[in-house]
């Protein structure tokens, strides 16, 4: 713990940290900064205790949630490809030594598996531009149960309500199957525009997920496969925006799935239930 103590004591605020080093939240980086730092013990504290846990974080940018998650005890690994806030990140380093461990890089091309040897959590305000399409890459994959123990990630409020999203609403979509067919997902905090700098068009919260158990005999592939025929036309009916898909329409049949429905009345199970039909 003595590096939180450190920590706690030498670093300065954040606001004073990016005056100093002339930052600015980057929109083509899709960067929103926060800094207050209760907000951020609170976020640090959504997948419980995790003193000595490995925790990785992307887009960290001048640290911030990287303070919180560090004097939460966490061994920190962040990914941030903005050169600009290295010099930042490197004042955190040196305040939590042996404890935070800064790559520069793009997180969409760095495997977390080559990171850690063992199981790690993931906590991050995720870049808005690159949001959606780093979660879909932890839940996909057809080992499971992953390497990752928590997903805590702060989205545009939109996005985080797709993902835990229920059949029939308006927000139930492919995201929803992909995050609860072998997940729970919950919407753990909403977090106001004002609390960020500069402050976003729109509302942000934070998800968090947990592995559940995967069904059995479902190829993930497959079933990607199947929510995106589905939901690519979510406005038709399924005979016709799973036509294109081989085997579909009979596997409708066999389960006793109307396919005069559309995609978002069915509910994740019976989209599980297809996959399955469809795995080789």
Not at 210 to 215: S, V
Not at 220 to 233: P, S
Not at 248 to 265: K, P
Request: glycine residues 8%; proline residues 7%.
């Amino acid at each position: 713990m003595c590096g939180e103590a450190r920590g706690m004591t030498t670093l300065p605020p954040l606001r004073e940290v990016i005056a100093r080093h002339g930052l600015s939240a980057s929109k083509a980086l899709g960067q929103n900064f926060l800094f207050d730092e209760q907000l951020l013990d609170r976020i640090a504290a959504i997948p419980g205790a995790l003193e000595g846990h490995n925790v990785l974080e992307v887009g960290p940018g001048p640290g911030g949630l990287t303070r919180a998650l560090l004097r939460a005890g966490a061994q920190v690994t962040a990914i941030e490809m903005d050169r600009r806030c290295l010099p930042a990140l490197a004042e955190v380093e040196q305040a939590f030594p042996d404890k935070l461990k800064v790559i520069e890089g793009d997180a969409m091309k760095i495997a977390p598996a080559s990171l850690f040897d063992g199981p790690y959590h993931v906590v991050a305000n995720l870049p808005y531009n690159v949001g959606t399409a780093l979660f879909t890459g932890w839940l996909s994959g057809e080992e499971w149960p992953p390497q990752w123990q928590s997903l805590t990630l702060m989205f545009q409020e939109e996005v985080a309500r797709r993902i835990v999203a229920e059949a029939n609403t308006s927000a139930y979509g492919r995201l929803a199957v992909l995050a609860q067919w072998r997940s729970k997902a919950k919407l753990a905090m909403k977090v106001h525009r004002s609390a960020f700098t500069p402050p976003p068009k729109v509302m942000s919260a934070i998800v968090h997920v947990t592995p559940g158990t995967a069904p059995e005999g479902v190829s993930m592939r497959v079933l990607e496969r199947v929510t995106e025929a589905a939901f690519g036309q979510r406005r038709k009916m399924l005979r016709q925006s799973l036509k294109g898909l081989p085997g579909a329409l009979a596997a409708l049949d066999r389960l006793g799935i109307d396919v005069q429905r559309r995609a978002e009345t069915l509910s994740v199970t019976e989209f599980v239930a297809i996959a399955r039909e469809l795995t080789p």
